[in-house]
Each structure stands twice: as structure tokens, then as C-alpha cells.
């Protein structure tokens, strides 16, 4: 195999997905416990408002129901998103503990392979 023929054959046994994920959990795990869970939160008020907007926004507002009714559904709307939010925080702290993400984890694995 001449060089060329070489470097295809590298390049085509990577994957970019993987190597994302790789570098994203390699960001994480430099980062300390407190900052983590910080941007978990962060993340999650972030995109709770987007995703109340739109769900808001596809609230179906009929001419025929009175503004209570009509706002009952938007309450409605915002109590079921921020049970899936709160549901949806938990089990990430559950994976983030699973996953063996905090720091000290991550020393102890590199330690263990080197």
C-alpha cells in the first residue's frame, strides 16, 4: 500500500459522529461537577422556553371557548412541560452518574489505562 491508499484507509475507519461524542464527553469531563450541572440547568430553562413558546403556539385558541378556558389550556400546556422538563433533568443527573462523568471517574479510568 503506498501512503495515499494508507491515509484513505484511515480516514474511511473513522467516525465523525463518534469522534464528536468523544471530544463532547472529553469537554465534560474536564469541566468541574458544579459547572456541569450548571449548564444541565442552564440548558434546560433555555430550551423549556422554546419549547413552551411553541407549544403554546399550537394551543388550539377557540373563538367559541372564554379567555378562561383558553387560558386553562395554556396553564395546562405549561404544568405537562415542566413535569417532562423535571422528569427529563432527573434522568440525565441519573445518566451523568451512570455514565461515570464526573472528574474524580474520569481520573480513576484514566489512571486504570495508563
Given amino acids: 500500500m503506498n501512503r ?5 484507509n484511515v480516514l474511511n475507519q473513522i467516525d465523525p459522529s463518534r469522534v464528536s461524542n468523544s471530544f463532547c464527553m ?14 444541565l440547568e442552564n440548558y434546560r430553562e433555555h430550551f423549556k422556553e422554546i419549547v413552551l413558546q411553541k407549544l403554546k403556539g399550537d394551543v388550539p ?35 451523568l452518574d451512570q455514565l461515570k462523568l464526573r472528574k474524580k471517574d474520569w481520573k480513576d479510568i484514566f489512571e486504570a489505562i495508563s
Avoid at 4 to 8: A, D, G, P, R, T
Avoid at 26 to 39: A, C, E, G, K, T
Fill in 61 to 95: 385558541v377557540n373563538t367559541y371557548d372564554d379567555e378562561i378556558v383558553n387560558q386553562h389550556k395554556k396553564n395546562e400546556v405549561t404544568r405537562e412541560l415542566q413535569t417532562a422538563c423535571d422528569t427529563n433533568m432527573n434522568q440525565l443527573h441519573m445518566w
Fill in 4 to 8: 495515499q491508499e494508507i491515509k484513505e
Fill in 26 to 39: 472529553y469537554v465534560v469531563s474536564r469541566l468541574p461537577d458544579d459547572d456541569v450541572m450548571s449548564h
